[in-house]
């Protein structure tokens, strides 16, 4: 059974910063790009960061400069780094795993708010 468990979520204020990690299990993580994406209320969800299975990036052109993503393969992870928080930021975050035949697998999200 695959389980990708996000984690590392708050509240934090404007100008924080927040590490997010998910953990995946029951896949060969390796194999597949990682993504982070973000949903805030009323809106639909969108990429923010992804990182290949072979370790390319790219970013949302609202995150760059302020989001890192990186992963572990040898501890099954993926981590958003943020930082300088806008509270445009604030969404429930969601890891997603996506493998080259076209499987996906979701995370269940984490909750990221950014107020004074």
């Known amino acids: 059974q695959v389980q990708l468990v996000e984690s590392g979520g708050g509240l934090v204020q404007p100008g924080g910063s927040l590490r997010l990690s998910c953990a995946a299990s029951?896949?060969?993580?390796?194999?597949?790009?990682m993504s982070w994406y973000r949903q805030a209320p009323g809106k639909t969800r969108e990429l923010v960061a992804a990182i290949s299975s072979a370790g390319s990036t790219n970013y949302a052109d609202s995150v760059k400069g302020r989001f890192t993503i990186s992963r572990d393969n040898a501890k099954n992870t993926v981590a958003l780094e943020i930082s300088s928080l806008k509270p445009e930021d604030t969404a429930v975050y969601y890891c997603?795993?996506?493998?080259?035949?076209?499987?996906?697998?979701w995370g269940q999200g984490t909750q990221v708010t950014v107020s004074s």
């Open positions: 029951g896949l060969t993580f390796s194999l597949y790009a």
């Open positions: 997603k795993a996506a493998s080259s035949w076209s499987v996906r697998y």
